[in-house]
């Protein structure tokens, strides 16, 4: 199965601005789009450092390094950006009606055959596919934050995904350098119904005053071994994101998954987590830990 040639990436922000960025490493023509200016140029700035680290870290070198600024593109004109792509990725946010309203303008706009992926950490493939005249071609494709260095990409067969179409999504995904496991559509898949649990749990222990911010990170790092504490991971996916997720599964699979007030008005708040500057902890612009 070969590789997609030009990929069209929706939604600028956490998780697009990586995706465009293993997509144009893979050599993949590639457009991103946002309607939010502001959004694409902090997007190439987010770019222009995982290039200098890549190369840096020895993984792409000076030529590919080039290739990928050269290959990225970006609009806030959806059809524009959807014109004539082989694979669109949307990774706008966790909203069903947002991403039934970007799926349906980037198939009319992408190739005929275009595979229509998803990036949605928890909903149902399914129902965001049912809005195409084709929901064949929808499929999810759940990457992982931060994109560039994480090394899964969890393929999500929907009801109506055609074997075809989950193929193209597996080639897709390895050409950008990623592993994939093929999961059903059910809420949350096999990552963040764990990851959601883990992290409502750390939210919970958090407003009982269990221990400090820190403490429970350091707790959870050292004791459980994981590489990230669970408050520091609430604050990478960013707390507005959580919330919907977690309010996604609440619905679906039960009230275990039900956010913690602390939650609610964090998000009320704006304490959105290292894109806001501040979530449970703090962070400077370019998303270093100020406080520990
Ligand atoms: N943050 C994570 O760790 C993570 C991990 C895996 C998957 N996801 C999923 O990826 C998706 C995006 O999450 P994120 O964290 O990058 O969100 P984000 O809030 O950082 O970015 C969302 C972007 O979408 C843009 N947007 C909104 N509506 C749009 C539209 N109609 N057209 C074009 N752009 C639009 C916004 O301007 C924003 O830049 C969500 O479905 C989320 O569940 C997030």
């Given amino acids: 199965m070969n590789a997609p040639q030009s990929v069209t990436i929706v939604g600028a922000g956490v998780m697009g601005r990586g995706i465009a960025y293993v997509s144009a490493v893979s050599g993949a023509r590639t457009t991103l789009v946002d ?132 193929d193209r999504a597996e080639a897709a995904a390895q050409a950008f350098g990623k592993q994939t496991v093929r999961v059903e559509d059910l809420p949350g898949f096999a990552t963040s119904r764990i990851n959601a649990l883990i992290g409502n749990e750390a939210m919970r222990m958090l407003e009982e005053r269990v221990a400090s911010p820190a403490d429970i990170d350091t707790a959870i790092k050292l004791g459980l071994n994981h590489p990230m504490g669970p408050l520091e991971m609430g604050d990478l996916v960013g707390w507005d994101t959580r919330l919907d997720i977690l309010e996604y599964l609440g619905d679906t699979l039960g009230d275990r998954f039900k956010p913690t007030n602390l939650h609610r008005r964090m998000v009320a708040a704006g304490r959105l987590g290292r894109k806001s500057g501040h979530g449970v902890h703090r962070y400077d612009d370019e998303g270093n830990r100020l406080d520990g």
């Fill in 35 to 166: 309607l939010d200016a502001d959004q694409l140029e902090a997007a190439v700035r987010r770019i222009d450092l995982d290039v200098a680290s890549g190369v840096e870290r020895g993984k792409i070198d000076d030529e590919v390094a080039a290739r990928t600024r050269e290959l990225l593109s970006t609009t806030t004109d959806l059809a524009a950006g959807c014109a004539g792509a082989d694979l669109v990725i949307e990774a706008v946010v966790e909203r069903m009606d947002v991403k039934h309203q970007v799926l349906r303008t980037a198939e009319a706009a992408a190739a005929d055959d275009a595979v229509l992926a998803t990036n949605t950490s928890a909903m149902s493939i399914t129902e965001i596919a049912a809005c195409l005249d084709d929901p064949s071609r929808g499929v999810g494709m759940h990457f992982f934050n931060p994109v560039p260095k994480m090394k899964l990409c969890e393929l999500v067969r929907g009801l109506q995904t055609s074997p075809d179409t989950m």
